[in-house]
T-cell receptor
Framework: GIQVEQSPPDLILQEGANSTLRCNFS?????LQWFHQNPWGQLINLFY?????KQNGRLSATTVATERYSLLYISSSQTTDSGVYFC???WGGGADGLTFGKGTHLIIQP | NAGVTQTPKFRVLKTGQSMTLLCAQD?????MYWYRQDPGMGLRLIHY???????AKGEVPDGYNVSRLKKQNFLLGLESAAPSQTSVYFC???????????????FGSGTRLTVV
């Protein structure tokens, strides 16, 4: 099956810093989503981004499908950005679900 | 618009007991999924359903059964719980995507299950 690798596995930053999280995947996909899992365990859908670039406030994401990677940018980090960020991929024409990476654990210190 | 609702949110079981987790969605989605999340790992697919009355195995189906008697509900059953099934369980749903640009999945808030 498809492999999803996320880097870095852990990241500790000071409040106000910027960060880039990377997701590499091993095969063609037409579904890619970024999720934030907050400290209470809730999965929050950040972006549906199988290709191109999207922005939502301080967060933006870029997927280069032909090169099989996606990047999540977080600018001006806040303590509430802490948590685990997951990349998940799939083939949208099929029904067999998303394959998740192991996540990047982000800690924003005040 | 509630989205995807999971019940219960927490449960402690003794080894060998059985239980059913309920997932309900109000978005008229065809596809529904059950995932488990273990510490330090991403989510892994247990079972999924492409429509009412259908189910299929995912990556880690052993020890679980599922049913989709109604389109809006997807049930996950543990017939004889084992400590290895201690995990957080997430349900998700999505549209079929036919003629639609967004194949995005919507997840429930999770059920934390401990088997002692």
């Amino acid at each position: 099956g498809i492999q999803v690798e996320q880097s870095p596995p852990d990241l500790i930053l000071q409040e106000g810093a910027n960060s880039t999280l990377r997701c590499n995947f091993s095969d063609s996909v037409n579904n890619l989503q970024w999720f934030h899992q907050n400290p209470w365990g809730q999965l929050i859908n950040l972006f549906y981004i199988p290709s191109g670039t999207k922005q939502n406030g301080r967060l933006s994401a870029t997927t280069v499908a032909t090169e099989r990677y996606s990047l999540l940018y977080i600018s001006s980090s806040q303590t509430t950005d802490s948590g685990v960020y997951f990349c998940a991929v799939g083939w949208g024409g099929g029904a067999d679900g998303l394959t998740f990476g192991k996540g990047t654990h982000l800690i924003i210190q005040p | 618009n509630a989205g995807v609702t999971q019940t219960p949110k927490f449960r402690v079981l003794k080894t060998g007991q059985s239980m059913t987790l309920l997932c309900a969605q109000d978005m008229n989605h065809e596809y529904m999924y059950w995932y488990r999340q273990d510490p330090g790992m991403g989510l892994r697919l247990i079972h999924y359903s492409v429509g009412e009355g259908t189910t299929a195995k995912g990556e880690v189906p052993d020890g679980y059964n599922v049913s989709r008697l109604k389109k809006q509900n997807f049930l996950l059953g543990l017939e004889s719980a084992a400590p290895s099934q201690t995990s957080v369980y997430f349900c998700a749903s999505r549209t079929t995507g036919q003629g639609i640009a967004n194949y995005g999945y919507t997840f429930g808030s999770g059920t934390r299950l401990t088997v002692v």
